[in-house]
Structure formats: structure tokens, C-alpha cells
């Protein structure tokens, strides 16, 4: 993940940083930064960002509620990540995705649009190998969280990032809520002193969920998906590096 405390704007504009968090396997902190390329958007001051949206399941909407407010980006396709994958909702509710094509495959959608920002959110053991692919067309990426549910996959999206001087964003929004704000403030104005323990908690209910959350192969865990949320809120309030993790969750 980029830069986890720029807005979603910051980031759709800026290419100017290349650096990925380890946060989608758990460990919450980010990844060493490199320097990429400079702003790819100097020399198109006139012209839109490029937005393409692979996969209709998941966090991916709360991208097309912010752009209604940003002029300066246009939705150029949608794709189906998964076969199947229904966007009638989207395109009912939101008007910048109502007569964009539809692609079947993501990647005539990435030959044909050259979108500059890809958001990846579909069924979670898809988001590494497609957000590498993308990776490797040279467009930025805001994923669904996680970013991997394995290490290795991780890894290799870390590589491909890298590899491409591109950006790339989960989808971890907690962190800007104002509670996390002014916790984070507390800490940094040394008001708690010294920081050793953390402990937080996130729970969804389970309530009707599609039938690949019964399966560690293509859901990954709970705490990859649940409990992510609660190691971004630590890692939004501490003021120094993890030292040791531990967690638990259950199905009650």
C-alpha cells in the first residue's frame, strides 16, 4: 500500500513514489520506499485520469463515491475479474460507469481504455495475480484488502510493483475516521508517553456470504480480512515498528 495516509485523490494523481505495504499478510507496517518515475500527468494537464474497474465484489464502490466529487477522473471500463461477475447494481446507481464498456476479459479492458488507476476488488485469492498483471501494464492500483492472503503472493506483487515503478493502494479506509485521528494526534503529542501495547478489535457479522468464504484457498482467513482492519488501526496510532503480533479469531 502507498502511502496509507494520502487521500484517495493524492494518490490517483501521484506516481511520483513506489512503495507497497506488507499489511495484506498481516504485519500492518509499510514497505521500504523507491523512487519511480516523476508525475506522469505533467505533460496531460488538460486531460482526465483514467479509472478501470476489474471485479465487482468487494470495497470498490467507496472509489466511485469519492470520484463523484473529483471531475478530473473518468471511468473509462468495467471488466469482470470472475465469470459472471454482475455490475447492473454499479452501473444503476453510479452515472460515470452507466455506458462505459464491459469487458468479459480485464485485459482487452487494460489493451483497449489504458486506464492510468485500476481499482482490483473481487474474490480475494484473485487480487494478487490480477493486481500483478496490472501491475505489469504500468497502471497504478487501488485493491481490495487483502493484498495477498499468502506470503509469497505478497512478495510477488511487491516484486511486480516495483518492477513497474507503479503505485499501489488497499483499501483500508479505517484509518482516516476521526477517533484514529485524534488517537494518533495523542501519541504523537507524547500525551500517553510511551507506547508497548496495542490491542484492537474489529468484527463483522457473517450474515449471507458467498460460498468461497467457506474455503482457506480462496478466502484466506479472518484475520487477513476481518482482523487487517485492526492491525491498520494500531499501525495508524503507534509510533514505532511492530515488534511481535499475536491474534485470535472464531466463528461465534
Same mark, same amino acid.
Given at each position: 500500500?502507498?502511502?496509507?495516509?494520502?487521500?484517495?485523490?493524492?494518490?490517483?494523481?501521484?506516481?511520483?513514489?513506489?512503495?507497497?505495504?506488507?499489511?495484506?499478510?498481516?504485519?500492518?507496517?509499510?514497505?521500504?520506499?523507491?523512487?519511480?518515475?516523476?508525475?506522469?500527468?505533467?505533460?496531460?494537464?488538460?486531460?482526465?485520469?483514467?479509472?478501470?474497474?476489474?471485479?465487482?465484489?468487494?470495497?470498490?464502490?467507496?472509489?466511485?463515491?469519492?470520484?463523484?466529487?473529483?471531475?478530473?477522473?473518468?471511468?473509462?471500463?468495467?471488466?469482470?475479474?470472475?465469470?459472471?461477475?454482475?455490475?447492473?447494481?454499479?452501473?444503476?446507481?453510479?452515472?460515470?460507469?452507466?455506458?462505459?464498456?464491459?469487458?468479459?476479459?480485464?485485459?482487452?479492458?487494460?489493451?483497449?481504455?489504458?486506464?492510468?488507476?485500476?481499482?482490483?476488488?473481487?474474490?480475494?485469492?484473485?487480487?494478487?495475480?490480477?493486481?500483478?498483471?496490472?501491475?505489469?501494464?504500468?497502471?497504478?492500483?487501488?485493491? =481490495?484488502?487483502?493484498?495477498?492472503?499468502?506470503?509469497?503472493?505478497?512478495? *510477488? %506483487?511487491?516484486? @511486480?510493483? +516495483? &518492477?513497474? #515503478?507503479? =503505485?499501489?493502494?488497499?483499501?483500508?479506509?479505517?484509518?482516516?475516521?476521526? *477517533? %484514529?485521528?485524534? @488517537?494518533? +494526534? &495523542?501519541? #504523537?503529542?507524547?500525551?500517553?508517553?510511551?507506547?508497548?501495547?496495542?490491542?484492537?478489535?474489529?468484527?463483522?457479522?457473517?450474515?449471507?456470504?458467498?460460498?468461497?468464504?467457506?474455503?482457506?484457498?480462496?478466502?484466506?482467513?479472518?484475520?487477513?480480512?476481518?482482523?487487517?482492519?485492526?492491525?491498520?488501526?494500531?499501525?495508524?496510532?503507534?509510533?514505532?515498528?511492530?515488534?511481535?503480533?499475536?491474534?485470535?479469531?472464531?466463528?461465534?
Amino acid at each position: 500500500m502507498t502511502d496509507t495516509k494520502k487521500t484517495k485523490s493524492q494518490m490517483l494523481q501521484s506516481r511520483t513514489k513506489t512503495t507497497v505495504s506488507t499489511s495484506g499478510a498481516g504485519s500492518g507496517r509499510e514497505g521500504e520506499t523507491q523512487d519511480s518515475c516523476t508525475n506522469v500527468y505533467e505533460d496531460r494537464k488538460d486531460s482526465k485520469i483514467r479509472l478501470g474497474i476489474i471485479g465487482s465484489w468487494g470495497h470498490f464502490v467507496h472509489v466511485l463515491d469519492d470520484i463523484e466529487k473529483m471531475p478530473e477522473v473518468e471511468v473509462v471500463g468495467l471488466a469482470r475479474a470472475l465469470p459472471g461477475e454482475d455490475f447492473s447494481g454499479v452501473r444503476a446507481k453510479y452515472s460515470s460507469t452507466a455506458s462505459v464498456p464491459l469487458y468479459d476479459d480485464y485485459r482487452q479492458l487494460l489493451s483497449e481504455q489504458s486506464p492510468d488507476v485500476v481499482t482490483i476488488s473481487t474474490r480475494l485469492d484473485q487480487i494478487t495475480p490480477v493486481a500483478i498483471e496490472v501491475a505489469g501494464a504500468g497502471c497504478n492500483l487501488v485493491c =481490495e484488502k487483502p493484498l495477498a492472503i499468502t506470503h509469497a503472493g505478497l512478495g *510477488l %506483487l511487491w516484486e @511486480a510493483v +516495483k &518492477a513497474n #515503478g507503479v =503505485e499501489c493502494l488497499a483499501m483500508l479506509n479505517n484509518r482516516v475516521h476521526p *477517533l %484514529l485521528a485524534a @488517537a494518533a +494526534k &495523542a501519541v #504523537g503529542d507524547g500525551l500517553i508517553g510511551k507506547v508497548c501495547l496495542l490491542n484492537a478489535r474489529k468484527s463483522y457479522r457473517f450474515g449471507n456470504r458467498p460460498e468461497w468464504f467457506g474455503r482457506r484457498e480462496t478466502y484466506g482467513g479472518t484475520i487477513p480480512w476481518v482482523g487487517i482492519h485492526a492491525l491498520d488501526f494500531i499501525d495508524a496510532v503507534a509510533d514505532s515498528a511492530f515488534t511481535s503480533v499475536a491474534a485470535m479469531h472464531a466463528n461465534a
